[in-house]
């Protein structure tokens, strides 16, 4: 029988570090999915999951168990990533229109698809760039949208999480949406196919921005399974592609590592801290 995290939170908050470690495991990948779309970087992401988690270890004490074990390091997670956020800089929707869509058609390079398919290669353009049109909006509405459409929380949570009304999220997520449907409804080749953007056409320019790496790929993972070829699979039912659709259509991505060790190493510290002789 597979214990649920508010179980696990109660061992944990009576000292069992077996729990303490589980269920740091069940929330390292919600914690990184969420750090990932607001940061937009795979290793950013990475690293600022570590210190949530580990915030969300010092700070157990004081879950009281009002709401879900996740909804309470959902909030945890998300104080910390907007102030993170804060320091980083952003992408502007105009820049991303003038400078980086819309390259006319061209070949790949051979120097490219010597190292990666072509399919991946497209893959890798069309979540960087969703990614991109993430960070183009401001926090506040990038958080609800990452909650609400892509991790597909209610608005009753996420008001609880980000500490405002149901009212006031659902308005910042429609915002949200409406600002991203309408730069992606006039600009991205997937979302409309009269737009001239296309993702192979992009990866060139991709590569020689420093923006692409053939060789480490960061969000391409199966040629078999794309996030586009899963969208082309919609088209032929014809079903509208809004933001959301573009999004939900990306893969589940995960840390690709255990946090729970960096945990041991944490509370091994903090015991050798502790018997320390004066």
């Known amino acids: 029988m597979i214990e649920n995290g508010e179980d696990l939170a109660r061992r944990a908050q009576s000292g069992e570090r077996d729990a303490l470690e589980q269920l740091v495991r069940v929330l390292q990948g919600p914690m990184y999915r969420l750090a990932l779309r607001m940061l937009g970087l795979p290793d950013q992401a990475r690293d600022a999951t570590q210190e949530i988690l580990i915030l969300v270890i010092t700070q157990l004490s004081t879950y009281r168990g009002e709401s879900a074990v996740t909804t309470w390091a959902y909030r945890v997670a998300t104080r910390y990533l907007m102030r993170e956020k804060k320091r980083r800089r952003r992408w502007t929707f105009q820049a991303l229109a003038e400078d980086d869509l819309g390259k006319p058609p061209n070949e790949v390079a051979p120097s490219a698809l010597a190292v990666a398919d072509q399919s991946l290669l497209e893959e890798e353009v069309f979540v960087g760039c969703t990614q991109a049109m ?125 946090f729970s060790a960096a945990v041991r190493r944490l509370l091994a510290s903090a015991t050798s801290l502790s018997t320390r002789p004066a």
Do not use: W
Not at 160 to 184: C, H, N, Q, V, Y
Not at 195 to 201: D, E, L, Y
């Open 134 to 258: 993430l960070q183009a909006l401001v926090p506040a509405l990038r958080i609800a949208f990452v909650l609400g459409a892509i991790c597909e929380l209610g608005a009753t949570e996420c008001a609880d999480i980000l500490g405002i009304s149901p009212a006031a999220f659902r308005k910042r997520l429609s915002r949200a949406r409406a600002t991203l449907d309408e730069f992606m409804s006039r600009n991205c080749g997937v979302a409309n196919g009269g737009n001239r953007c296309r993702c192979v056409h992009q990866i060139n320019h991709n590569v020689a921005r420093g923006r692409l790496d053939p060789e480490r790929l960061h969000y391409a993972v199966s040629p078999r399974k794309t996030s586009l070829a899963v969208l082309r699979a919609l088209d032929q039912v014809e079903q509208v592609k809004r933001a959301v659709d573009l999004f939900q259509a990306q893969p589940a991505f995960e840390p690709g590592e255990d």
